[in-house]
């Protein structure tokens, strides 16, 4: 250790400034970070409650934290909490640009592997199962270890089901735009890419992004989802456009434009689950047959259905995602109340 590094280890930060520890981590290219103190206690007894009390209570505190500088307009996280069930040894509420999602593929297992790898829970090889209660729902991880190292998590995730298959909307700048509307934890419209002459590669982004944002503002104006079971996770997440692999061994390609405009550098977990619900509607897979699905990056996830049935008046089935995450940091944030940009910008 340098001379330097050893002053900074003696240094603290003044009484009143927030202090934030955090793991940084991506899944499959998408950032995650996991913050693990200083965001203010959450006391409700669901974690869609706890959810309503960050959105109206702590939002200064979610802009510090993703936004710049400390973040980025695609900067991703999620909160570690006590547990609200009995099944669960955590609870975790995602975070983003725009506000508090409701669940997250590429979330569960980023946390799951930064849980593992850093120590924060016991490992047991070569499987380690870890219970996390979600805004939407309880959702069961399982960790393949080797060596005290994680090498993919997989999730079964909340039921998942189609709301509507080959609807229409009108976009403005766009015109007639057919999207099927799913939910795998959030609700996405699925657009074909090839209906906007798009490939789904890293330079068709401000493409991607434009196109996202029009069809999604369309979609929740003209004919906004509604879950049947709970109307705070009724409200369209993002569009996610599909497209063909790119890649041998691949099944297609996702990218999803969620929140204000972030594009998801992994295939979407939960976009994943919702694309399963509909293939499965269509007949065009059965249960526990894989598909893989690219990331703009070309990264993958793979889904499978590993049960069925019914939300409400839905029916349903029930999703398992794969993939990989790495840890990339460990942070001590910093919030100084008399910082004038203490609560984060965006340029976007």
Request: with cysteine.
């Amino acid at each position: 250790m340098t001379e330097l590094a050893r002053r900074l280890a003696d240094w603290s930060p003044p009484a009143d400034w927030r202090r934030v520890v955090a793991v940084d981590a991506h899944t499959e290219g998408e950032p995650l970070r996991v913050i693990l103190s200083g965001f203010p206690e959450l006391r409700g007894e669901s974690v869609l409650a706890r959810r309503r009390e960050a959105r109206l209570e702590h939002d200064g505190v979610r802009r510090a934290l993703m936004l710049e500088p400390r973040g980025h307009a695609d900067m991703y996280g999620c909160i570690v909490m006590p547990p609200v069930t009995s099944d669960a040894d955590l609870a975790v509420l995602f975070t983003h640009n725009e506000g508090f999602s409701t669940m997250c593929g590429h979330g569960i297992i980023g946390l799951t592997t930064v849980l593992l790898e850093c120590g924060l829970m016991d490992v047991v090889e070569p499987v380690t199962p870890v219970g996390i209660d979600t805004p939407a729902g309880f959702v069961r991880a399982t960790a393949s270890v080797e060596k005290g190292r994680v090498s993919r998590v997989s999730f079964v995730n909340v039921p998942s089901f189609v709301e509507r298959l080959d609807a229409e909307v009108d976009v403005e700048g766009v015109g007639s735009v057919r999207y099927d509307l799913a939910y795998g934890g959030a609700f996405y419209a699925y657009v074909e890419a090839t209906d906007f002459d798009l490939r789904l590669m890293p330079n068709e982004t401000p493409r991607l992004i434009d196109l996202g944002r029009r069809i999604k503002a369309s979609v929740q104006s003209e004919a906004p989802p509604e879950h049947p079971e709970d109307p705070e996770l009724g409200f369209l997440y993002g569009t996610i456009f599909v497209g063909a692999a790119l890649e041998p061994g691949g099944h297609s390609r996702n990218v999803c434009v969620f929140a204000d405009g972030e594009v998801d550098r992994s295939p979407t977990g939960t976009g994943v689950c919702g694309r399963l619900a509909i293939h499965y509607a269509r007949d065009e897979i059965g249960l526990d047959e894989d598909i893989v699905v690219e990331s703009i990056l070309g990264t993958r996830f793979t889904g499978r259905v590993v049960g069925t049935g019914r939300v409400g008046e839905y029916a349903a089935i029930v999703p398992e995602v794969s993939g990989r995450a790495h840890v990339i940091g460990r942070n001590e944030i910093f919030i100084d109340p008399d910082d004038p940009l203490a609560e984060g910008f965006s340029l976007r």
